[in-house]
């Protein structure tokens, strides 16, 4: 059995900053990639930034030049600076992760609110 768990979320003033982390744990084989997708009330959850387990990174455009994903393959731990918070960032935010044998996995969510 295989289990995310996310931590980090809380309410925040806008430009303000948070940090994500989210820990795999169980039965894992090969962690390729990691990430994180956000659900705002009213929206379709949406792609906010991943991570191959070589480094390499893709963000959406909203978010490009202040949030930073990161990951510790020793820890299977993957994790996101969210800096300059806007309003609009309000969400539940997931993260996943995709393992070559049992495919991916979610998280349990974790929300995160920016006051104006």
């Known amino acids: 059995q295989v289990q995310l768990v996310e931590s980090g979320g809380g309410l925040v003033q806008a430009g303000g900053s948070l940090r994500l982390s989210c820990a795999a744990s169980g039965s894992i084989f090969s962690i390729t990639t990691m ?37 510790d393959n020793a820890k299977n731990t993957v994790y996101l600076q969210m800096n300059s918070l806007k309003p609009e960032a309000t969400a539940v935010y997931y993260c996943y992760a995709y393992d070559t044998h049992w495919g991916t996995r979610w998280g349990q969510g974790t929300q995160v609110t920016v006051s104006s």
């Open 35 to 71: 990430g994180w997708y956000r659900q705002a009330p009213g929206k379709q959850r949406e792609l906010v930034a991943r991570i191959w387990r070589d480094g390499t990174t893709n963000y959406a455009d909203s978010v490009k030049g202040r949030f930073i994903i990161s990951r």
